[in-house]
Structure formats: structure tokens, C-alpha cells
């Protein structure tokens, strides 16, 4: 007995070590969830420099912040590569996502990024942040000796309360951001707003970067950079940059005694502010090297002749003209530039008529500043030929658009539209008409402009109707034609013989095909007879055929009434004749 309940004891003991372990387990999977999620989301990849992290999609950038921000291991390490492989558009993340905020950057105060992101040439489009509490905004909130290259941000919507940029909100120890441009808005409510970054301290450093962004806030704002005690090296900013209170520039807002800006452009239509405005950087006691600002960049007043501190290695650089900034020549000379000019050996393509574009994305065919845009109107057109025949299908022109000799390329250049719908006169392309042509500006050149061109009625095809024939006396209106074909001569055929007579063919489709006229046909006349008529049945033969067939039926049935009449007759004839009876 006493066995028994041994035995029962070490069952009741098995059964809650077991229920215990089973709550354990469930505990701590609760307690460390983003571990187990993370393991089973992992990126494809190792992390090393050879076999990065890869990152493909929207929601997988949108993972590779989180991971960040929860400090995960090993996305965290300052040695973990990561590498995009597509363009990305993040409007699922934009202002219907996180409560109106839109996106999450990635690293935060506590957690910054600190591995390397390789853009690889690609383009993040649709970044949306409007969170007037947030400090760090931009695609990465906080970066610390971590690296962010090549990638390109087009269009951003950025609103935050402090430290806010296209590409990060801070910037800081070694960190580094290369090879990117930004094109949007940017905005804090309060300080430190930037192009690229809000803010870049402790040794950090941009370079080879531009962007056309706007840029606003309260103070401490720049085209490039808000605060800047790095170094940035090789920029330019054209977008038009604004503070209310001070601390405004065209590249820095402020650049403090340890930070560097050296062979960078202020291209920017307007910089305004009430104190510390200037062309390159509002304020600061920072090096300054081989810095220039368009001569005809405006203040807050809109005048381009108030600028104080001019000069190469003063806070509003030195001149350049809108047109010199736009030659090949003025970039890639390197007497105008503290070492090497801009050219493809430190990441810039160079041609003239266009502003310095990155090898990695090629050709910047948007968000082009607007003041340096050619109106479409100064060029010169052709549309050549301007008549074409019609055909039945889309006719589009041949169009060349040249400026001051130069030819503009289509799609880059310039695009253009069938504006045009079919009516009486007008033409959508396609059927006879006026074609109207919208021609619009794209890329460094604005505004539309309308060219006409005609498309003209096409010959219809046919075949000359042959082999007619008529009698002598007939007019010619009896002979008929096959369908489509009129006659144009009158009166009778003539004498027996070959004679030649003028119709007219009128086309199904009259809008699109001309009515051919003048067309000779040739009818033979006989004397009695015709021969068959291909253009409809001959009339005269059929009337004979009948009048011959219904002879030879009266013919067939007097025969018959013949025949049956004398089978008659001698019948009677044969018959024994009855003597009368004499009475």
C-alpha cells in the first residue's frame, strides 16, 4: 500500500513539473517575442561586406528600423552591412500609417544605426514624417559612426520638432553620408533642419551629396546641414532655404569652430531669415574653403546685392553666375576648387546645361529648381513634315526641339501629348484633320507649348470595272456598274464598237478617303446582242432564253394534242362498221 502511494506521488509531481516548465516557456516567450520574430524574419545574408543583409522591399526596410530601434543583435553591430536591391516607395508607411505620423526612422537616441547601408542607386520615394514632437527624423533618425551611401530620397514630406533631414536627423562621431541626394521639403518647428541632415557633430562628414530641397524652421537651418561641427566636403544646394528667427545658410546653417565646409555651392533662388543670414553659412567661426553662391541668389527682401562676407573662404562664398554654373568648365577646373575639380573620379557627372549629377543615378530628370528652368517657349520647334496622308492607324510627328543649336532630348527634355479629338476639322492622331500637340517642358525646362499638324485624305484602292457591253440606242446609265462607281457620261453608247466613258468612284469611309473622278472605263456596243455584263445580269439575253424556251413548250404541247388526235383518228378507223337494220 505504502508502494502505491509512492507511486502515485511521483506522478502528481511529474504532472506539475510538466504544467510548471509548460507556463515557463510560455512566459518567456512573451517576455523575449522580438527575439523569436526576429529569427524567424531574418535577412537574407550573413551582414559581412561580402554577403550583406539584403533589403528589397518597403516592409523590410520597415523591419530592418525596427530591429534597429530595439537594439537586436546582430542588425545593431557596428559592423553589419546592409544593401537595398530595388527602389522603394514608402507611401504605405505615409500619413495614414503610426497614427498620421507616418514613418519610423531608423535609430534612435539610445539605439543609433551603426553598421553600413549601401543604396546601391537606388530611390526611396513617398518618405512621410509629420510628428511636431519627434527629434531625429529622416529616413535614419540617429546614425553614430555608421555609413550611409549612394541611395537617393525623392520627394520626401518631413515634419518635426527638432534635428530633421533627408537623409538623417543626426549625424554623429565618425559617421559618414556619400553619394546621396534628397529632393522634398523639410521642416522642424523649432531648430536644426537640413537638406541631407539636421545636425553633424563629433568628426562626422558629408560629401559628394546635393538636394533641391526646401528647407525650414525656427533657427539653425541649412541647405545642406543645420548645425555642422563635421566636415562637408563636395555639396550643393538649390532648394530655397528659410528661418524665422537666425542661423540661416545656403549650405550650413551654423558651422561651429570645429567644422569644416570646403568646395561646396549655394545654388538656392532665395536663403531669408531675421539674423546670421548668409550665403553659405549663417553663423559660425568654422574653416571655410572654396565655397561659392550664385551671384543672383536673394535674401529676404528679394535682393541679391545686400550679401555681406563674400568671398572664397568667407560665410557667403563667392560669386558664380546662374549661366557659368551650368558650364562643364566651371566645375571641373580644378584651380576653382581646393584640390580636385568635380568630376567622375570623385562620383560627378559633368556636362554642360546641367547641373553636377551623381555616376550612381544618372540624369536628374525632376524636381529640377525652378529658377533654373528654361521656359519651352525660348526654343525652337519643328515638326516635320507638318501633312501627313492618312494611313488608319496613330500617325505621330516627327519632332525636334533645339536650343541655341543644341537639340533637346525627348522624355528628358521634353514630352509631348495629342491634345486634339476628333471632330469636324480636328484630328486625335489618327483620322483625317488639324492634329494638336501639346509640347511640355521636363527636366531644366518648364512651361508648354501647342504645334499643329494635318493629316491629309488617303486615295482609296478599287479595280476598274471591265468586260461591260451594251447594244446600239442603249444609254449609257443601263450599263450597270459595281457597287461604289457612278457614271459621269451621259447620253446613249454610240456605234458598234469599243468606246471609252467617265465614272466616278465614291469611297464607304468619305471622311478619311478622297472621291476619285475622271475614271475611264471601256464598253464594247454591239449590234444586237451583249455579252455577259459583270457590273449586273444581262436583261436582253435572259428575255430571249425565256421567249425561246416558251416556244419550244407551245411547240411540245401542240404535238402532244396532234399525236393524241390522230391516235384517235385511227382508232375510228379500225372499227367494224354496224349494218343498219331494214325495217
Request: aromatic content about 10%; hydrophobic content about 40%; some cysteine.
Amino acid at each position: 500500500m505504502a508502494v502505491n502511494e509512492g507511486i502515485k506521488m511521483r506522478k502528481t509531481f511529474k504532472f506539475f513539473t510538466l504544467i510548471l516548465a509548460s507556463a515557463t516557456f510560455l512566459v518567456m516567450a512573451i517576455i523575449f517575442q522580438k527575439p523569436f520574430n526576429t529569427a524567424q524574419a531574418a535577412f537574407i545574408g550573413d551582414g559581412s561586406s561580402e554577403d550583406p543583409y539584403i533589403v528589397e522591399t518597403a516592409e523590410e526596410l520597415q523591419q530592418f528600423a525596427q530591429y534597429i530601434n530595439a537594439g537586436i543583435t546582430p542588425y545593431n553591430l557596428s559592423n553589419k552591412h546592409f544593401k537595398l536591391i530595388a527602389d522603394i516607395d514608402l507611401s504605405n508607411y505615409g500619413a495614414f500609417y503610426n497614427d498620421g505620423k507616418g514613418w519610423t526612422p531608423v535609430g534612435i537616441y539610445g539605439s543609433p544605426f551603426k553598421g553600413i547601408f549601401d543604396g546601391n542607386g537606388h530611390k526611396i520615394t513617398g518618405l512621410y514624417i509629420n510628428d511636431n514632437s519627434l527629434i531625429g527624423a529622416g529616413l535614419f533618425g540617429d546614425i553614430v559612426d555608421g555609413t550611409v551611401k549612394d541611395v537617393a530620397l525623392i520627394n520626401v514630406n518631413i515634419n518635426a520638432y527638432r534635428y530633421a533631414g533627408g537623409i538623417t536627423g543626426y549625424l554623429q562621431s565618425i559617421g559618414k553620408i556619400e553619394g546621396c541626394y534628397v529632393t522634398g521639403t523639410v521642416k522642424t518647428t523649432d531648430i536644426n533642419a537640413g537638406g541631407i541632415a539636421g545636425s553633424v557633430s563629433g568628426g562626422g562628414m558629408l560629401k559628394n551629396c546635393y538636394t533641391t530641397c526646401d528647407v525650414s524652421g525656427k533657427s539653425i537651418v541649412g541647405g545642406i546641414a543645420g548645425n555642422m561641427s563635421g566636415s562637408v566636403a563636395y555639396c550643393y544646394a538649390a532648394g530655397n532655404i528659410s528661418g524665422t528667427v537666425n542661423s540661416v545658410g545656403g549650405i550650413i546653417g551654423s558651422l561651429t569652430e570645429s567644422g569644416t565646409a570646403s568646395n561646396c555651392a549655394a545654388l538656392n533662388f532665395k536663403v531669408s531669415g531675421d539674423a546670421y543670414v548668409r550665403r553659405i553659412t549663417g553663423h559660425g567661426g568654422g574653416v571655410l574653403i572654396n565655397n561659392y553662391a550664385l551671384s543672383t541668389l536673394k535674401d529676404k527682401n528679394g535682393t541679391a546685392a545686400s550679401w555681406e562676407y563674400k568671398g572664397l573662404t568667407e560665410m557667403s562664398g563667392a560669386d558664380i553666375s546662374l549661366d557659368d554654373s551650368l558650364t562643364a568648365a566651371f566645375w571641373e577646373d580644378s584651380d576653382n576648387w581646393n584640390g580636385l575639380g568635380w568630376d567622375i573620379t570623385n562620383g560627378w557627372i559633368i556636362q554642360n546645361d546641367r547641373l553636377p549629377e551623381l555616376v550612381k543615378f544618372g540624369k536628374m530628370t525632376d524636381n529640377i529648381p525652378d529658377h533654373y528652368r528654361t521656359d519651352i517657349l525660348n526654343t525652337d520647334v519643328i515638326v516635320a513634315p507638318n501633312i501627313y496622308v492618312y494611313t488608319g492607324g496613330l500617325i505621330l510627328p516627327n519632332i525636334k526641339v533645339t536650343l541655341t543649336g543644341s537639340e533637346l532630348e525627348s522624355g528628358f527634355d521634353y514630352t509631348y501629348s495629342i491634345t486634339s479629338a476628333d471632330g469636324e476639322i480636328e484630328s486625335a492622331g489618327k483620322n483625317v484633320g488639324i492634329v494638336s500637340i501639346e509640347i511640355s517642358g521636363a527636366g531644366y525646362y518648364k512651361g508648354a507649348l501647342t504645334q499643329n499638324y494635318t493629316i491629309i485624305k488617303a486615295n482609296p484602292t478599287f479595280t476598274v470595272p471591265n468586260n461591260l457591253a451594251a447594244v446600239c440606242g442603249d444609254d449609257i446609265s443601263s450599263v450597270v456598274l459595281p457597287e461604289g462607281f457612278t457614271w459621269e457620261s451621259e447620253g446613249e453608247v454610240g456605234k458598234v464598237g469599243t468606246h471609252t466613258f467617265k465614272a466616278t468612284f465614291t469611297p464607304t469611309d468619305t471622311k478619311n478617303y478622297n472621291v476619285v473622278t475622271g475614271i475611264n472605263i471601256t464598253v464594247t456596243v454591239n449590234d444586237i446582242e451583249k455579252p455577259a455584263n459583270p457590273g449586273g445580269p444581262n436583261i436582253l439575253g435572259l428575255s430571249i432564253l425565256w421567249i425561246i424556251i416558251g416556244i419550244m413548250a407551245v411547240s411540245i404541247i401542240l404535238w402532244i394534242i396532234c399525236a393524241v388526235a390522230k391516235k384517235k383518228e385511227d382508232e375510228d378507223e379500225q372499227q367494224p362498221k354496224v349494218k343498219k337494220k331494214e325495217t
